[in-house]
C-alpha cells in the first residue's frame, strides 16, 4: 500500500474528510509534496511554525542536543540543562513575579496543569470560562471549552464550570470569591479572532484581584511573537496569574508549559507530594528547540515585522467577497458571508498552492497565521493567489 493508502487503513481519523495532502519536505513558509507541488502554510502548522519550518537555529540545536542525551527521568528530577536554559530564558520575557515554569508536552497538558494549580493554590473548586473559548481536548480543558457542540458527547465533565462572554464587562460580576480561577485567551482563536479592550482586561485583572481568584491566561496560540508582541498580554497592560503557552514555543517540537511565582507554584510540592507528574515533559531536545525559538525571535527582530506584515494583509487582501478582517499582529480572520461561502475558497487556494482553513467556533473566517518569517514578496504571492481563488 501507498503512504495515503497506510494514512487510511492505519492511522485513527478525525474526520470523514482529511484533507490528504502528503508532504515530503517543508522549509521556510513552504511545504512540498512528493510530487514536487509547492504549498504556502498560511497556517502555521495551526500557530506552531512561528519562525518558519526547519529554521537551522532550530535544527542545529536539536542536532546538538540529540549529541548528548534524550530522555532521562521523569520531569523535575534532574537537572538538565536545556530546561534551565529554557526556563531562565521564559522567565526573563516576563514580569515578576513569573518565575516559575513547569514544562509540560502540550497546550491541553498546560491547561491542566494551570487548572490544577489554580484549584489547589486556592483551595476552590470553580472555574470561570468563556462562550466559545477553546483550550484543548483532554477532559480538563474540554471543560472549561465554550462550545457545547464539541463537549456534549463526553459529558459528565468537570463540575463547577461556568462560563461568561469574551469582553462583556457586565459578566465580570460573575467572579466571586468562590472563584478558584478565571481561564481566557487573551486574543480568542478559534472563536474567529475576537479581541478585548484593554478596558476589559484591566477590569478582568481588578475583578480577579478584588475577589481572590487567579487569572489564568491561554496564550498557547497568541504567544511567542504572533500579535507583534512577545506575549499578548502586553498589548493590554496587564499580566496573569498563571500564563500557558504551547504551539510557536517549539519552533516544530512538542512542547508546553504552565508559568506562575514561586509562591503560587510551590503548592504542588507537598499535600500531596508530586502534585503533577509528567514523564516526557520538557523533553531535553524539544526544551533546546524552544530555547532556540526564543534566541531567534529576539535576534531576527521578528516580533517588530508583525505589525507591518499583517497591515500589507489586510491592504492586498481585498475583494468584494471579503465582507471584514480581525486580527491582532499576525493571528488573523477573514469574514465571508458564511461556510458555503468559504469552504470552496479555501479548497480553491490549496489547489493554488496555499494553506489556510476556517476556525472550529466561526466556520466563515478564514485563518491566516503565516510563520513570522514571511517575506513581503510571500505575502504578496499568497494574497494574490487567494484573491484569484475567490470566484
Not at 523535575?76 to 516576563?94: D, F, H, I, R
Not at 459528565?156 to 462560563?163: D, V
Not at 499535600?271 to 520538557?282: K, S
Amino acid at each position: 500500500m501507498n503512504n495515503r493508502q497506510l494514512f487510511l487503513s492505519h492511522l485513527a481519523q478525525t474526520t470523514d474528510f482529511p484533507l490528504m495532502i502528503e508532504i515530503e519536505k517543508a522549509e521556510g513558509v513552504f511545504l512540498y509534496g512528493p510530487d514536487g507541488k509547492s504549498y504556502l502554510d498560511l497556517i502555521s502548522g495551526i500557530g506552531v511554525s512561528n519562525v518558519g519550518h526547519r529554521h537551522p537555529h532550530i535544527l542545529a540545536a536539536i542536532q546538538e542536543q540529540l549529541d548528548k542525551y534524550l530522555h532521562l527521568m521523569v520531569y523535575g528530577e534532574y537537572v538538565q540543562q536545556p530546561q534551565a536554559l529554557l526556563a531562565e530564558a521564559l522567565v526573563k520575557t516576563l514580569p515578576q513575579p513569573l518565575d516559575n515554569v513547569y514544562l509540560v508536552n502540550s497546550g491541553s497538558e498546560a491547561v491542566e496543569g494551570a487548572l490544577k494549580l489554580a484549584k489547589r493554590y486556592t483551595n476552590r473548586r470553580e472555574i470561570i470560562s468563556c462562550v466559545n473559548a477553546y483550550h484543548g481536548s483532554s477532559h480538563g480543558a474540554l471543560s472549561v471549552g465554550g462550545n457545547e457542540i464539541f463537549k456534549r458527547a463526553y459529558r459528565p465533565l468537570l463540575p463547577g464550570i461556568s462560563h461568561i462572554e469574551y469582553g462583556e464587562l457586565e459578566h465580570l460580576e460573575k467572579i466571586t470569591a468562590e472563584t478558584a480561577a478565571v481561564i481566557i485567551e487573551t486574543i480568542q482563536g478559534e472563536a474567529g479572532i475576537r479581541v478585548g479592550s484593554k478596558t476589559y482586561f484591566k477590569a478582568l485583572r481588578q475583578r480577579c484581584t478584588e475577589t481572590g481568584a487567579l487569572l489564568i491566561l491561554d496564550e498557547i496560540q497568541a504567544g511567542f511573537g504572533r500579535t507583534g508582541k512577545f506575549w499578548a498580554f502586553e498589548h493590554f497592560d496587564i499580566q496573569p496569574d498563571i500564563l500557558v503557552c504551547a504551539k510557536g514555543m517549539g519552533g516544530g517540537m512538542p512542547i508546553g508549559a504552565f508559568i506562575s511565582s514561586r509562591e503560587i507554584m510551590s503548592v504542588l510540592k507537598n499535600n500531596p507530594l508530586l502534585g503533577h507528574i509528567t514523564t516526557f515533559g520538557g523533553h531535553p531536545v524539544s526544551a533546546a528547540a524552544s530555547l532556540a525559538t526564543i534566541q531567534v525571535i529576539h535576534e531576527e527582530k521578528l516580533t517588530a515585522q508583525v505589525a507591518q506584515k499583517a497591515l500589507l494583509f489586510r491592504e492586498l487582501l481585498d475583494h468584494p467577497k471579503i465582507t471584514g478582517i480581525r486580527n491582532k499582529g499576525l493571528m488573523m480572520a477573514l469574514s465571508f458571508d458564511s461556510f458555503e461561502v468559504l469552504k470552496p475558497i479555501i479548497d480553491r487556494c490549496i489547489a493554488n498552492g496555499v494553506i489556510t482553513d476556517w476556525f472550529l467556533f466561526c466556520d466563515n473566517a478564514m485563518r491566516i497565521a503565516p510563520p513570522l518569517t514571511i517575506s513581503e514578496e510571500e505575502i504578496r504571492l499568497a494574497c494574490s493567489r487567494i484573491i484569484a481563488s475567490i470566484h
